[in-house]
């Protein structure tokens, strides 16, 4: 099983990563579900689709899983990963 760390800057609009040909990259996955989870920061980018991303917030990690479904986003056909646990960063 792969997974990928997310950081708060992959999904905010104007610090989306950059393609070789200095283009915005695609936004390419959803994260559905899970508390406290600002809609901002449900929409990113990831070069390569593993079987689970989670997401750094705050003092914690937000963990989804790959699904089978797709969900049109203005226009965008995003993979859906959906949420399966929490765990916070040891201080």
């Not at 950059?18 to 901002?40: C, F, Q, T, V, Y």
């Not at 997401?55 to 949420?83: C, I, K, P, Q």
């Amino acid at each position: 099983m792969t997974s990928t760390i997310l950081s708060t800057a992959q999904a905010h609009p104007d610090n989306i990563l950059r393609g070789d040909d200095s283009r915005p990259a695609e936004l390419n996955i959803l994260l559905s579900g899970g508390k406290d989870i600002p809609d901002d920061l449900r929409v990113h980018q990831v070069a390569d689709f593993t079987d689970r991303v989670k997401l750094s917030v705050h003092n914690r990690y937000e963990h989804f899983e790959a699904t089978t479904e797709v969900r049109d986003v203005d226009g965008r056909s995003l993979r859906v990963y959906g949420w399966i646990y929490r765990t916070y960063m040891a201080e």
